[in-house]
């Protein structure tokens, strides 16, 4: 019998299993995915999709107008992810405290578990030298019209730049342990140490005896029995919401699946006379850091795509499709992130699969086209001869499902981060988020596990 | 070429529609030309085996349908973004399954010795540099 068991190894479940372990405590670690390493990770885009992604490289909300990525393997999403760490603003914890009435979401209180996580990782913050040409001519633009900007702070400690590494590679897991996925950064050292943790083994149903948890789960199509006193459940906001789904508890907790939100982003492309080759380098290194839009509630990121997610794209085929291609290496991009409602709905249906009901509102559209405006407004500034803007939307970001909030009738988990009725079932990862913040929530899911982490460590008495 | 999970008919059909999504064109070849179909069962063998017996099935009614048929349902797709109705989330999703097949066989670093011309990766100009110690 385990003191702790913890479902997935994302920033949530790597923070809190890392910390559990450091402090001595009997746990077992169960991760849907493979245990991979810089070795190991795939060396190509397509394998990346196929080998990494759930759903073999994108889920669809049920109008299959909205793409959502989340990864399986050891280190979760954040294996993929650019590591860009924030911490909320004002506005943002205001906005949670408001939907959820759980008081201590503030800065200041979060500050010592925001100092913590920071203190663990190695964290970067872009210079103006290294800045790709994509990113050169968004912030000229940007200065020209009047948008601010600001350099974009990354977990990361050597990405070898000055021998022309490109960091694209890592979307596919970073091949240089550099980028602080809570693999590098937490579980790598751990395991070899003797972490308890099973691989490719997804839990499937969660029975609550009292003062005991039972877990079903597939290791690999085998049906497997786990017992503990408590659980982590951190399979983030699909993974943590589908479990408590597919095992019941709704009808405990009739918010379950509700209030799910992902900052869908739009992506458009500029095309230029001269080479950009946007691609190369640090190819993320600043967005929009501008009062106005922030209230508007969208931001613009200059980023790129590798070749068959940017064809991806574009529905059109042919001609169409191959005049982008051929121009892949002199097009510019930006995104607008918008800050969306909390309007979606995560649910399973009678064969245990995920549907995600996903209405883009009409706020949300409206954030989405003055965006797009100002992009093109932006490349057309830069230079661009064209702009292709693509209609598809992805969201990266996956939050909610199983909220945090005082009131059982309209949240999961009560702000002790136990599941509303259940003394021995915990949450602290993105599916906690009462609403979309309109910040990377990276680091926030990290210092809420940082939080429950100190909770649990002490409520043991160190353990 | 043969594959491990999918139907001679279904691979006959990928590379029917990606002919038709990648035409030879100026520098560019065609999908089929290139071969990259060849490492399919790389990206295939991860699906969970409903998903592969469902694409098998999809492909397989595809191979069979005639070219212009087969052209119309990726026109209906290509402009399924825009459209409304009961099928257009269907039209999306083929739109994107496709797609998604096709481009991970054409930009792809896997490329069978017997294709001798220029690699689509190098003609769009996509060299990854990875530094690794
Ligand atoms: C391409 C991309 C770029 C991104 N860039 C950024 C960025 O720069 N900054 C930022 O802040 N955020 C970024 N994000 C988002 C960020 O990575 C996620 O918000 C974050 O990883 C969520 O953390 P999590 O711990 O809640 O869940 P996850 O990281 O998704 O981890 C959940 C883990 O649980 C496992 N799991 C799920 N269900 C089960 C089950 N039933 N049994 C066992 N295991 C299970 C999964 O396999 C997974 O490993 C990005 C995301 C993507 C896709």
Known sequence: MYDYIIIGTGPSGGNIAHNLFKAGANILVLEAGKLMNKKTFPRTEADTSARLYWGGGIEFDTDAKMGFLRTRVVGGTSIVNQCLLDRFDDIAFNDWKAESGVNWFTNEQLAKHYDTVEHALALHTFTANEMNRNAQLFTQSCDKIGVKWGYLRKGQSDCAQERGNDCMACLGGCHRDSKQSSYAGYLRDDIAAGLNIQTETEVTQIVNNGNTVTLHALQQGKPLTFQAKNIVLAGGAFGTTKMLLQSGFKKQLPALGKNFSTHPQFMSFGLFNEEIHAYKGYFQTVASKDPNLRQKGYKLENVFAPPISAAMLFSRTGAYHQEIMRNYTRMTCIEVAVRDENAGEIKVDNKGKLTIDKPFTAQDRRRRDEGRELIANILTNEGAKKVYASPFSVGLHLMGGSVMGTDSAKSVVDPEFRVHGYKNMFVADSSIYPNAPGINPSLTIMALAQKLSDQLIGANHGI | ?133
Do not use: H
């Open chain 2, 1 to 133: 070429m043969a594959s491990n999970y999918l139907s001679n008919s279904a691979l006959k059909a990928i590379n029917r529609i990606g002919d038709m999504m990648i035409p030879r064109n100026g520098e560019f070849p065609s999908f089929s030309e290139v071969g990259g179909i060849a490492y399919i069962d790389d990206l295939v063998s991860y699906a969970p085996p409903a998903d592969i017996k469902d694409l098998n099935l999809l492909l397989t009614i595809l191979a069979f349908m005639p070219n212009f048929v087969l052209r119309w349902l990726l026109n209906r797709m290509e402009n399924s973004m825009e459209s409304s109705g009961p099928l257009a989330p269907i039209f999306r999703m083929l739109d994107v399954g496709l797609r998604g097949l096709i481009f991970s066989c054409y930009y792809t670093e896997k490329i069978p010795a017997s294709y001798t011309g220029k690699k689509p990766l190098d003609i769009i100009g996509f060299d990854l540099t990875r530094v690794e110690d």
